[in-house]
C-alpha cells in the first residue's frame, strides 16, 4: 500500500475553494482548480515513495505489472492501470464533449501520431489510445447536460425562444432528418456550422430570451431550470454556439449520492457541482463548444451517436458498509464505503485507487500493514497487496477493475 500525492489540474473552469479545501490548504488557491487526479495516467501520475525515492505510480506500474495488476488485469489491459479516479470541482461549465469509443481512440491516436502532431499540441484530439466511459457521482447538487432530449421536446424548448432564425431548426427536429438520420443530430450539426458572421447575433438574441423566459411567469420548474442554465452559459462564454445547442441536451440536476453513467458517443457538458469521477485511464476528449480548449466540430459529429442513453444511477449495497454504481464499463467500477468500525475494501486481486471524503480510519492490508487515511488523503494498493480492511469512521470512495 502507498500514500499518493494526487495532481491538481488548473483548468479554467475549476474552483478556488473545493480541492484545497478537501486537501486542508489555505483557501482561495492562487488559481482555479478543476480536477484532481489520483491515478497513473502518463500525463499527469501520482507521486509515492518508494525504496529508490520519490517515483510516480506510472512508473512503478510500469516498472512491475505483474506483480502490481495481477494476472487477470494484466491479461485484459496489458501494463496498463485501467482507470483513473478524480475529484471534479465545476466552478463554470465545461466543454460541450463527447469520447470515443475503443477502436475509435485507435484510429485517432494513430493518425495524430501519423501526422506529426505532439502529445502536448493544444490541437491534438487523442492524448492517448484508450477510450473514455466515465461516472461522475455527485457530492454536491451537480447540474449537467447529459445525452439528447427527445427530438420533439428540444423543438419545443427552441420554440419558446420565438428566435426566427432557430424556425428551420425547430422544424428540422419536428420532421426528422433526411432519409431516416436522426432529426437531432442534424439540427446540431446545423448549429454547430452556423455562419460565423450570424453567431454574435443569434447567440445574443438567445441569451435575451432565455433571461426573458427566467424573469416572466408560467415556467414549470424544469424549463425554468433549463433556461436559468442557459443565462449563466451565456454570460460565462459569451457568443458561443454552445447555449443554442445545450437546449437539445437533457438538463439533470444530481443530488448527493447520485451519479450519472457516460458511454462513447454520449454527448454531455458539465455545468456546476463537486462530484468524483471514475473512468477509463485516458483522456480523449473531443469538444465543440463551452472552452477555451481545442475544438474540433467535424471530429465530434463523427464519433457522436444521438441513441446512446445517459442513465442516472443510485447506489446498490453489495457487502456492509459497501454501497457500489453498478455500470457496463470494463474498465473500472466504483465503490463506496461508509464506515463505522469495520469494513472490507472491494476489489481484492487487483489494483485499487483509494480517496478518503471523509473521517479517521486506518487500511490494513493481508499482511498487518496499515496506512492512516483522513480527508483528502488518497492511497493505492497492488494486487500483491491482497485483500484490505478499512478500520474506524469515514467515507471513502474506491475504484477498481470492472467485473
Known sequence: MDRLEAVVQPYDWGSRYVIAELQGRQTPSPGPEAELWVGAHPAAPALLEREEGLTTLHRVITADAPGELGPRCQERFGDRLPFLLKILAVEKALSIQVHPTREQAAEGYAREEAAGI?????????????????????????????????????????????????????????????????????????????????????????EWRCGELVDGEGLDAEDHATFAAGVRIARQYPRDMGLVCALLLQHVTLQPGEAVYLAAGGLHCYLQGTGVELLANSDNVVRAGLTSKHIDVDELLRLLDPAVEVPRLQPVPVAPGVMRYETPAPEFELDRCLVDGECVVPGDGGPRLLLCLAGDLVLVDDDGEELHLSRGDTAYAGAADGGLRLCGRGDVVVGSMGA
Open 118 to 206: 505532439a502529445l502536448r499540441d493544444a490541437t491534438r484530439n487523442y492524448k492517448d489510445d484508450w477510450p473514455k466511459p466515465e461516472i461522475l457521482m455527485a457530492l454536491t447538487a451537480f447540474e449537467a447536460l447529459a445525452g439528447f432530449r427527445p427530438a420533439q421536446e428540444s423543438a419545443r424548448l427552441l420554440a419558446l425562444l420565438e428566435v426566427p432564425e432557430l424556425d428551420e431548426v425547430v422544424q428540422l427536429l419536428r420532421d426528422g432528418g433526411q432519409d431516416g438520420r436522426d432529426g437531432r443530430l442534424e439540427a446540431l450539426t446545423r448549429l454547430l456550422h452556423w455562419p460565423d458572421a450570424q453567431r454574435q447575433q443569434l447567440t445574443a438574441d438567445v
